[in-house]
Each structure stands twice: as structure tokens, then as C-alpha cells.
């Protein structure tokens, strides 16, 4: 009987193939994402596992802690499949916080971009939220980008096309009730749009005054330039310059006030928020 030659064994391939998954460490900080990409953080220890010989506890930017077990080819790292295995004895130890507080990932990659956006309003918006967030944002994969005002931001959001897998959140400067800029976000909420902000005039009112070294923001009579106002009253000699002092005094959230980190946190689990 002639016999059928039926190429190569394809149960050989599929065992090479899960060989050639590569055994990496759960070293304390690692930032790994679970295979189902339902859940992403940086390895916190080692437990006793219930179905497997080991789980490693992971901890999300919120310091929310979930175990998982350690099983071949059961997480991704810097977006490849890896197998988790034990260092050893891993210590237990508090993670280190980020800027903003959140768990810090030593020498994190970045990780590739979302599809997702978060627009502010100006350059010193962007610049606050990578001095204070830009840890979260690289490992998160969320991108920030100045609209240069809210005047077209219909418009914008309209060439975008937010979608589930697509959102979009917006930082908005003086967010209060009958504001030029509260009827504007009314107008463009959406379920795949988030539109938040804070009360302040600008983002630098923000910032508590004792951070920047004065006892408190000026009043800027109706018709003058904030910023220029501002300057004009502390001795300051442009706006650049105060720019410069503003920024330098921000060292984490705490120099912030409460309604600015709170719209940025929110922004910023809406847009890596999983569609349900």
C-alpha cells in the first residue's frame, strides 16, 4: 500500500510554537498585561496559588491589586506573549508612586498608542498633565494633544470619529455652570466623549498658590488678559516667565488642586476603559 506523506507533524509544530514563548521573571515592577487584556500593572509579589504552584499579584495605576496564575503564555510584556516564572523569593514591598501617585514602573517601555485621545486646551495644559501624569500616559499608551481652543472642537470631534474601541476625552478650562465652555460640552457628550474640566480661569490658577510661592491668585478685573494680569500683579515679566515658575513649583498631585486631578483621573479611565 503506497503510503501518504502528510507533511510535518503538526503536533510538533504546535509544541515548538509554545516553546518558543520565552520565560521572563516576574521581577517586582514589571508592567504586564493578562492575555484576555482585561487587566494591566506592575508585579507587586509572588502567592501560593490555588490551581497552579504560583500567582503573581499584579497592581493597576490605582494600586488595585488582583492575583493571576502563573501559566504558560498567560500574559503579555511590552506586547508579546510570555510565561511569568518566579525570580526566586520576591519581596514583598510597597510599589513606588508616580508623580501623580499612582504605581510607578521603573523604565517602562511605552507602550504603543491607543486609538484614544485626551485633548486640553493649550500647550501649558499638555505640559502640566506630562509633568504630573506622563508616567501613567506612557504606560497606559495615551496620547495628549492641544486643541488651541475649544472653538472648533465640534468640528474636531466630528473628523475624529470617537467609537468604543476610539474614545475621547476633553480637559476643559472653567468648566462652570452658564460658561461659554459648559454650553459647548454639553453639545458634544457621548458615550465614546468625555468632557470634563475644572473651574479655574486657566490651568495655572490650578496650581495651589503656596506651591508657587505666593499667599494667592490675583483678581483680574473683567476685560484683561488673565495671564497678563496675573504677571502684572506678581512682578512678573511676561507670561513665559511665569509659565516657567508655575511649572518648575509642580513636583506631583499635591501641588495641584483637587478639581484638576480629579477630571484628569476620570479622563483617563475613560479612555483606556475596555468596551463593555
Not at 504605581?103 to 500647550?123: M, N, S
Request: net charge negative; hydrophobic share 40%; proline share 7%.
Amino acid at each position: 500500500m503506497r503510503s501518504i506523506d502528510y507533511g510535518r507533524d503538526v503536533l510538533a509544530t504546535s509544541r515548538k510554537r509554545t516553546r518558543e514563548v520565552p520565560e521572563v521573571p516576574a521581577e517586582p515592577g514589571m508592567v504586564v498585561e493578562t492575555a484576555a487584556e482585561d487587566f494591566c500593572g506592575a508585579v507587586v509579589r509572588l502567592e501560593r496559588g490555588e490551581f497552579t504552584k504560583h500567582n503573581v499579584v499584579l497592581a493597576d495605576r490605582h494600586g488595585r491589586e488582583r492575583a493571576f496564575p502563573m501559566r504558560p503564555a498567560a500574559f503579555l510584556h511590552e506586547g508579546e506573549p510570555v510565561t511569568l516564572v518566579p525570580t526566586g523569593t520576591t519581596p514583598r514591598q510597597r510599589p513606588a508612586r508616580s508623580a501623580s501617585g499612582s504605581v510607578a514602573v521603573p523604565a517602562a517601555a511605552a507602550r504603543t498608542a491607543r486609538a484614544a485621545r485626551i485633548w486640553v486646551e493649550g500647550l501649558h495644559d499638555a505640559e502640566l498633565l506630562e509633568r504630573v501624569w506622563g508616567h501613567d500616559l506612557r504606560v497606559a499608551g495615551v496620547v495628549v494633544e492641544p486643541l488651541h481652543g475649544l472653538d472648533e472642537l465640534e468640528r474636531h470631534i466630528h473628523e475624529f470619529g470617537p467609537s468604543g474601541h476610539r474614545r475621547l476625552g476633553v480637559l476643559v478650562d472653567h468648566l462652570v455652570d452658564h460658561s461659554k465652555e459648559t454650553r459647548i460640552a454639553d453639545r458634544v457628550r457621548s458615550p465614546d466623549v468625555l468632557v470634563t474640566g475644572h473651574p479655574y480661569v486657566d490651568v495655572w490658577q490650578a496650581v495651589h498658590p503656596e506651591s508657587v510661592g505666593i499667599a494667592e491668585w490675583p483678581e483680574v478685573a473683567h476685560g484683561i488678559d488673565w495671564k497678563n494680569g496675573v504677571c502684572a500683579e506678581l512682578g512678573w515679566a511676561d507670561p513665559a516667565e511665569g509659565w516657567r515658575r508655575v511649572l518648575g513649583a509642580v513636583e506631583g498631585f499635591r501641588d495641584l488642586r483637587s478639581p484638576l486631578v480629579g477630571a484628569v483621573e476620570r479622563l483617563i479611565d475613560f479612555v483606556t476603559a475596555e468596551e463593555q
